[in-house]
């Protein structure tokens, strides 16, 4: 029979198509104090909770990750992993141990020639699934602690040089959108969604903030112009005092994820970057150079939404060759 938790779970995934993030987190509350004294008996037992049954694991685990909060993106992705694994195992959650775990990965590293980077990432997705199992009593033992971590090589963090950024500003300050786009993303360090997600009532240019909505975390946060960026913004958005902030070439509607990393690309060739610059590379050159001003890691990370100072510190913020490089001069 479900549980309180698993019926409450079961009624916010119903509803997650209809309300936001605060309304499911607000239905499950007061689901939850109605259900206080009240005992569920089951009319009858569930078979597939007696056959143990793929399929019906996998659907609790989507309502679950959903009454949680997780991105349908990022849901699709762990169901993927998992349902690749039991489909090309022929294994039975239940019954699943880690070394079947372990045995699969390697399999897919020599077979496949799948990267260390893939692999760990069908680990975490994996461990993750069984440690829920487990804590939820879907299992009898945690098959999660006999998953061992595969450590990937960090790639290398890459940022645009302040040479870079120079050349592309003086390139850039002719067109407008371009402009302001990239001077927003040296003054916040947004994520792409975020971007395409940005409207005009979230700038105040009295205060010189942008709210931004959380693209992983559906909270809120504030990150603060640069006059460049104030007088950027402005330019760009003209007269226009709602809607989205970045518009198509004729005005029709928010631009998408893809047109914003267009627009990131013609930016970073306007530079002379060097590598494949992203939205992404952006937030790592924001981090960095706030980082160098601050020397608060804190305050950058809030800055960047992140929940722990550590995912800044070993993703983000990028060794500063021109920091080095200035000091080496001086010790010389």
Not at 123 to 145: E, G, L, N, P, T
Not at 284 to 303: N, Q
């Amino acid at each position: 029979m479900l549980t309180k938790s698993e019926l409450i779970n079961d009624i916010a995934y119903e509803m997650s198509g209809y309300l936001t993030s605060e309304g499911i987190d607000r239905l499950k509350t007061v689901i939850t104090f109605k259900l206080v004294n009240i005992n569920l008996t089951a009319a009858e037992t569930l078979p597939s909770t007696e056959i143990f049954d793929n399929e019906y694991i996998m659907k609790r685990y989507i309502i679950d990750l959903t009454a949680t909060g997780r991105k349908q993106s990022t849901i699709k992705l762990y169901i993927t992993i998992i349902k690749k694994f039991f489909a090309e195992t022929g294994l039975n959650y239940h019954t699943c141990t880690g070394q079947d775990v372990m045995d699969y990965i390697a399999t897919r590293l020599h077979k496949d020639k799948i990267s260390k980077a893939y692999a760990s990432t069908i680990q975490k997705y994996m461990s993750s699934f069984f440690a829920w199992a487990y804590r939820k009593k879907h299992i009898d033992d945690d098959v999660s602690r006999d998953i061992d971590k595969i450590r990937q090589p960090q790639k290398r963090k890459e940022r645009l040089s302040d040479e870079e950024i120079a050349r592309a500003s003086l390139s850039i300050s002719h067109d407008l959108r371009l402009n302001a786009l990239f001077e927003l993303m040296l003054a916040a360090g947004p994520r792409v969604g975020e971007i395409v997600n940005l409207n005009i009532d979230n700038l105040d240019f009295a205060r010189k903030e942008i709210h931004i909505w959380g693209e992983k975390t559906s909270q809120w946060r504030t990150c603060f112009m640069t006059e460049r960026c104030k007088q950027a913004l402005k330019q760009y958005i003209g007269d226009r005092t709602e809607g989205a902030v970045f518009i198509g070439l004729r005005g029709r509607g928010r631009m998408c994820n893809k047109s914003i990393e267009d627009m990131v690309k013609e930016i970073a060739l306007f530079g002379g970057c060097k590598f494949n610059a992203t939205v992404h590379s952006f937030r790592k050159t924001f981090a960095s150079r706030e980082y160098r001003r601050t020397k608060d890691v804190l305050f950058v990370s809030k800055r960047l939404g992140h929940s722990s100072t550590d995912v800044t510190i070993k993703y983000y913020i990028c060794d500063d060759v021109e920091l080095d490089r200035m000091q080496a001069n001086l010790a010389a």
